[in-house]
């Protein structure tokens, strides 16, 4: 044996005793059944402390679970958290939030796939709440400052891709006390997983089954509506493609709304850097540089805005080749991530496993513990209940 290999091998079992001292492994027999669809169409879940949602079916059929296993939570949204953005909007644009609303939704609907429509009033009807009030809750991401960095081969401990998605967006509104991982299984599409909240059917933080996942970033553009909802997007995306050269198809065929940016991975270790307007998609591959961006190191796909971009560049240069799970949890925290971080995920497209965390009361994401969830594990779990209870 080689000393290269030996210090790999030591390297490597390093690795997975930090993973299990930091308590990121949740293995499935810790899951448990909180509750399940009278219909048989979905199951609410716990595992370390994280909400999980499953749902399989059609549009309607997972919409009405959604409504069912998370209806609390889903009033919650409705008439208290979307009540926090609309004053907040209103006061900072002088614009009635509502009113804005309802222009974003006429102009985007019929960019929207017509199941998305369906689920999501299937799911209002189910929750007890007016559907105007559940398509507004999953179309106000039209109006979100946030960071991605996918590594790859040389850059991490194995070769693995890593992907780490940061979510800054109004922690003071409290939108995490709704947080939950959401798996669809639509019939006929693939299955995907979400980390997002009670009554959001589409996604800004997700990976399908078959290894492609994706995070955004939002920019400017308020106004250019005509295109299809990022988060729906998104989700078609996960519903269709299986790596980034499908993904970046799909994202240059349908019409967009205002400017985003995005970084996608896939489990073949392909990964690129997306900047999209309505007009246009320019993609930027891995360890490739950009004037808007400080120095992308070699094997890396970033995408983030000024000081934290700087501190994102400085701290992954700091640790190229020995980039692992815990090391990208320390490599996304503050000042990276902003002092509104809502959310935080770190994918790993290869094995379907994605670590994540919410914001506390009064902690941001990255400094709460994180969970690992598998997607496989998650999708036979559910498969797994609904035989037994069969029987």
């Known amino acids: 044996m080689t000393t290269h290999t030996m210090a ?14 930091m308590g990121l492994a949740q293995p499935a027999d810790q899951i448990r ?7 048989g169409h979905g199951l609410l879940c716990e595992t ?4 999980i949602l499953l749902l399989a079916g059609t549009p309607e059929e997972m919409g009405s679970a959604h409504g069912r296993l998370l209806k609390p939570g889903i009033q919650g949204v ?12 209103t006061v900072s644009e002088n614009q009635w939030f509502f009113t804005r609303m309802d222009e974003v939704i006429r102009r985007t609907s019929p960019f929207t796939p017509e199941r998305f429509l369906q689920e999501c009033d299937a799911m209002s009807k189910a929750a007890g709440i007016n559907p ?6 999953n179309f106000f991401p039209e109006l979100f400052h946030c960071s991605g960095v996918a590594v790859r081969n040389a850059a991490t401990v194995d070769g693995m891709v890593l992907h780490a998605r940061v979510l800054d967006y109004m922690r003071d509104i409290n939108l995490q006390k ?3 991982v959401q798996v669809w299984m639509p019939t006929g599409l693939n299955a995907w997983m979400s980390l997002g909240y009670a009554g959001f059917i589409g996604s800004v933080t997700c990976m399908n089954e078959k290894g492609l996942a994706i995070g955004e970033m939002g920019g400017r553009g308020e106004g250019q509506w005509d295109g299809m909802p990022m988060n729906f997007l998104l989700r078609d995306i996960m519903e269709r493609a299986a790596t980034v050269r499908e993904a970046v198809e799909i994202m240059r065929k349908t019409p967009r709304t205002c400017e985003y940016y995005y970084v996608i991975s896939d489990r073949a270790r392909d990964m690129v ?30 995408m983030s805005a000024g000081s934290r971009a700087e501190k ?19 490599i996304i925290k503050r000042p990276v991530a902003m002092s509104s971080n809502l959310h935080n995920a770190i994918f790993r497209p290869e094995t379907l496993d994605m670590w994540c965390a919410d914001a506390g009361t009064k902690t941001v994401a990255c400094d709460e513990p994180y969970v690992r969830v598998n997607l496989n594990d998650l999708v036979a779990y559910y498969r797994g209940a609904l035989g037994a209870a069969a029987k």
């Open 8 to 21: 790999r091998g030591l390297r490597l079992l390093t690795v997975a005793l930090t993973a299990a001292l």
């Open 33 to 39: 059944i909180t509750d399940r669809d009278p219909q």
């Open 48 to 51: 370390g402390g994280k909400r």
């Open 78 to 89: 409705a008439a208290g958290t979307m009540y926090l953005v609309g004053a907040g909007y």
């Open 132 to 137: 105007r009030d559940g398509r507004t809750a």
């Open 178 to 180: 709704y947080a939950a």
């Open 273 to 302: 850097g997306i900047y999209a307007t309505p007009e246009k998609v320019d993609v930027l591959e891995a360890g490739a540089q950009n004037p808007l961006l400080p120095k992308v190191p070699q094997e890396t796909v970033m």
């Open 312 to 330: 994102l560049s400085e701290r992954l240069h700091a640790q190229h080749g020995k980039i692992d799970v815990p090391t990208l949890i320390e």
